[in-house]
C-alpha cells in the first residue's frame, strides 16, 4: 500500500470543490489518511517547487499558492502514486481530458486544482514536508 500527497490548492478551496475532489479519490477507492489545512509560505513553496524557481510564471505561482490556505491529503492505496496523476491529468488543465480532475474542475495550467505527488521519491519527501508522522494514520 502505497500513500502520496494531494494538495488542494487556493482555487479548489475558493471554488467550494474540496468536497467534489476528496469524493473523487475515495470513489477510486482510495483512503485519506492524513489532512490538514495550512497556510503555505514563502520558504516551503521554493522546496516544494524547487524545479521551478527558476521559471519566469514563478513569481505568479507563488502568489496563487499563498492567495489563501490549502488542504494537504495524505491519500493512500495500491498503486496510489501513479493512479492519481492519471486522476488528475496533465498540468494545464485547458489540455487535460475530461473525466479527469483538471479536465472536469480546473482553468488554466496555474489553477489547476490540485497538487499531486509524480514518483515514489517525491511522495516520501512530501509526506514528510508536509506532516508529522502523529498526523498520519491508518497503518
Ligand atoms: N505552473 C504554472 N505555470 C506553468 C507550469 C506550471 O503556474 O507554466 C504551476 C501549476 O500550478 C503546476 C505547478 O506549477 O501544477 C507545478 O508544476 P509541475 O510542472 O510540477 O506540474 P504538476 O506536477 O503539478 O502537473
Ligand atoms: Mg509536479
Known amino acids: 500500500m502505497e500513500t502520496t500527497v494531494i494538495l488542494l490548492k487556493p482555487d479548489c478551496v475558493g471554488r467550494r470543490l474540496v468536497g467534489e475532489v476528496i469524493r473523487r479519490f475515495e470513489a477510486a477507492g482510495f483512503t485519506i489518511k492524513g489532512a490538514k489545512m495550512m497556510a503555505m509560505t514563502r ?9 521551478l524557481v ?3 510564471f514563478y513569481p505568479l505561482l507563488e502568489a496563487f499558492m499563498m492567495s489563501s490556505p490549502v488542504i494537504a491529503l495524505a491519500v493512500g492505496g495500491d498503486g496510489v502514486i501513479e ?3 492519471t486522476l488528475v491529468g496533465p498540468t494545464d488543465s485547458r489540455k487535460a481530458a475530461a473525466g479527469t480532475i483538471r479536465g472536469d474542475l480546473g482553468t488554466d495550467n496555474r489553477r489547476n486544482i490540485l497538487h499531486a505527488s509524480d514518483s515514489p521519491e517525491a511522495a516520501a519527501k512530501e509526506l514528510s514536508r508536509f506532516f508529522h508522522s502523529g498526523e498520519l494514520f491508518g497503518d
Not at 520558504?43 to 524545479?51: D, G, K, N, P
Open 83 to 85: 493512479r492519481a496523476r
Open 54 to 56: 527558476a521559471e519566469p
Open 43 to 51: 520558504e516551503l513553496l521554493r522546496e516544494h517547487y524547487a524545479h
